[in-house]
């Protein structure tokens, strides 16, 4: 089956500051690779999404790129503010979704 | 419906019981997963459902587990024997095909005592 690494496992920022969260995949027929953010206690709920076609898609502060040769994907937050604390999944879909383990983000007033 | 709707929100059972889980789709959807997270991990995959078939339950991880989805909208988890080992936040997902966007139930809290 798939395999997707996700690093950092725990990301503290201070508010305005940028955060980086990176994916990589072993299997290359996938296709679309979705974000998540999971509040505590709440469902995951999906807050950008890509496919094999783009290399980047944008929305507002929030951003995704793919190397799809690389096998690896980026969420990338900018100007980070304390709302977006919580726990940020990557995933690809390849048949299923398959998820990475989770990179918990503090941001800090 | 809004969204995906799971039933009951939390669970409590003894070890050995049999519990059903259910899962109530995006009107359309036609493919519906499960997964189940424990804290502080990613979703693990359990099994998925293109309409009413079963097209991959190789997450299941034994034979104490099944699911259905007779008519190709809700969909029901069943855990026979329940083990501590059980315990976790079971997630349902639907999407309208297969490789669209993935939409979230509350998730049913399952814990095994």
């Known amino acids: 089956g798939e395999n997707v690494e996700q690093h950092p496992s725990t990301l503290s920022v201070q508010e305005g500051d940028s955060a980086v969260i990176k994916c990589t995949y072993s299997d290359s027929a996938s296709n679309y690779f979705p974000w998540y953010k999971q509040e505590l206690g709440k469902r995951p709920q999906l807050i950008i999404d890509i496919r094999s076609n783009v290399g980047e898609k944008k929305d507002q502060r929030i951003a995704v790129t793919l190397n799809k040769t690389a096998k690896h994907f980026s969420l990338h937050i900018t100007e980070t503010q304390p709302e977006d604390s919580a726990v940020y999944f990557c995933?690809?879909?390849?048949?299923?979704?398959?998820f990475g383990s989770g990179t918990k983000l503090n941001v800090k007033p | 419906g809004a969204g995906v709707s799971q039933t009951p929100s939390n669970k409590v059972t003894e070890k050995g019981k049999y519990v059903e889980l259910r899962c109530d789709p995006i009107s359309g959807h036609t493919a519906l997963y499960w997964y189940r997270q424990s804290l502080g991990q990613g979703p693990e995959f359990l099994i998925y459902f293109q309409g009413t078939g079963a097209a991959d339950d190789s997450g299941l991880p034994n034979d104490r587990f099944f699911a259905v989805r007779p008519e190709g909208s809700v969909s029901t988890l069943k855990i026979q024997r329940t083990e501590r080992g059980d315990s976790a936040v079971y997630l349902c997902?639907?999407?309208?095909?297969?490789?669209?966007?993935?939409?979230f139930g509350q998730g049913t809290r399952l814990t095994v005592v």
């Open positions: 995933a690809l879909n390849f048949n299923k979704f398959y």
């Open positions: 997902a639907s999407s309208l095909f297969q490789n669209t966007e993935a939409f």
